[in-house]
């Protein structure tokens, strides 16, 4: 029996295999579980706005190598729904092919970089590599000329990630100018498209996000576009230029490339069209989770590209693809109320509640929950068989391990 296949090693893979394995435990049967992932750790994604991005990362053995899953560290680079199998490549170029009884689709999503002039000079967030290229660049500020610009960040994209790393850099920016360039002027500009900040996550948390930007001094500049991008400067649509070094990319995600393998109908983000049970519709034997599945939450809502729904999605597609497997009836995928958690650096955080997200914290009641769905509960235990199969349960959720309700 080839078992079931989970490629991508991130929040949906990671409790996708879990969830398979428990469910094959509870049946009394081991079945064979694999996970191809061309990286060694599960990378905490949530956190790679924060300083030192590399030490975001957790083992993927030691989480899921106590409960036997085998784990192929390779870059998946084609699927064939009919034959039932995987290509992949690993580091050395080496290219296997891997069968598979079913399969699960966790491979993530991506930022989709923009094509403008100087587009190369953008550093963005988005991966390990990338993250800690900023990171490095960030620390190298103070060796360079002093001079207009050099402690200026402009951000592009005001969404989610955009503000995220921009009150982040607010105070960081600070501190390393304050220690290592005193007197050298500090500035953080976003620079969103749309007419408001935060144009997706609504009017709910906008006047705390709008207090938090003015405490830190954070500009904004609304309605235009980045035209192009030198070493030493920005020019926005509107023929404007900003004097900075580092320019940094948000805007836009898709459900990673993998998707476009398979033969199924997607929705506008690329994710593929998911049945209650997660299975990709229309193509056999193969189930999707995560940022590529656009499920259903609730009633009129598809599920977010966040961690919160990965979790969750990973735990039904394990439970479900196991389920099928041994004949087992599927579960139905349910989440918990949505819920979102926007750090703000040093004033603080927004924490809502509901798709209209109505704030229900702000301040520093906001960023200590911020910080505990950053530093604990999304992280999977290690070393603990029995714990991490306790939370592969589909009805367990991050309220639980939060101990009482998040909100
Ligand atoms: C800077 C930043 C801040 C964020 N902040 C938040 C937040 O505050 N709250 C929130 O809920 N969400 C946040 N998110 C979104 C969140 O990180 C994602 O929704 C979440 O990681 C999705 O989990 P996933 O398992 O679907 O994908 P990922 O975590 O992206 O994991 C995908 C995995 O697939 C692997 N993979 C990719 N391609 C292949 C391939 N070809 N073959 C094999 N493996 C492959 C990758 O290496 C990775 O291991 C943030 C994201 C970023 C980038």
């Not at 009641?365 to 999304?378: C, G, H, M, S, Y």
Request: glycine share 12%; aromatic share 4%; charged share 20%.
């Amino acid at each position: 029996m080839s078992g079931i296949v989970v490629v991508g090693g991130g929040f949906a893979g990671v409790w996708s295999a879990a969830g398979a394995v428990r469910l094959g435990r509870a049946a009394g049967r081991e079945l064979p579980v694999t996970l191809i992932s061309p990286g060694d750790d599960l990378v905490i994604r949530p956190r790679l706005y924060q300083a030192e991005p590399e030490r975001m990362r957790v083992s993927l053995d030691r989480i899921l190598g106590p409960v036997g899953v085998r784990r192929i560290a390779a870059a998946a680079t084609g699927i064939d729904t009919s034959g039932r199998s995987v290509t992949t490549v690993d580091e050395t170029g080496r290219i296997a092919e891997i069968g598979y009884d079913r399969l699960i689709l966790a491979t993530g999503s991506e930022l989709v970089r923009p094509e403008l002039p100087g587009a190369e000079l953008l550093f963005d967030v988005d991966t390990m590599p990338t993250a800690t290229d900023l990171d490095a660049h960030l620390n190298r500020l103070p060796e360079l000329p002093s001079g207009d610009g050099r402690f200026t960040a402009v951000v592009i994209g005001a969404g989610f990630t955009g503000l995220e790393i921009a009150t982040e850099l607010a105070d960081r920016l600070g501190a390393l100018a304050a220690a290592r360039a005193p007197g050298d002027k500090t500035r953080v500009v976003l620079v969103e498209r749309a007419d408001t900040i935060g144009p997706e996550l609504g009017p709910g948390p906008r006047s705390e996000i709008s207090d938090a930007l003015a405490a830190l001094g954070v500009e904004y500049r609304l309605g235009v576009s980045v035209a192009s991008v030198e070493p030493d400067r920005v020019t926005l649509s509107d023929g404007t230029h900003l004097a900075t070094r580092t320019a940094i990319w948000t805007a836009g995600v898709r459900a990673n490339g993998l998707t476009a393998g398979i033969p199924g109908t997607r929705d506008r983000l690329g994710r593929l069209d998911v049945d209650e049970n997660l299975a990709v519709t229309g193509v056999p034997q193969v189930y999707a989770a995560g940022d590529t599945a656009a499920a259903a939450a609730e009633p009129g809502h598809q599920v977010m590209q966040c961690c919160q729904h990965a979790l969750q999605l990973g735990k039904f597609a394990g439970h479900n693809a196991a389920a099928d497997l041994l004949g087992l009836p599927a579960v139905p995928f349910t989440t918990s109320p949505y819920v979102t958690c926007l750090d703000l650096g040093s004033h603080g955080a927004v924490f809502t509640n509901g798709w209209d997200r109505r704030v229900v914290a702000t301040g520093a009641v906001a960023k200590d929950r911020k910080r505990k769905v950053n530093e604990l509960w999304i992280y999977p235990p290690t070393d603990d068989p029995d714990e991490l199969l306790r939370q592969a349960d589909y009805r367990f959720s991050v309220r639980q391990i939060a101990g009482t309700p998040p909100v």
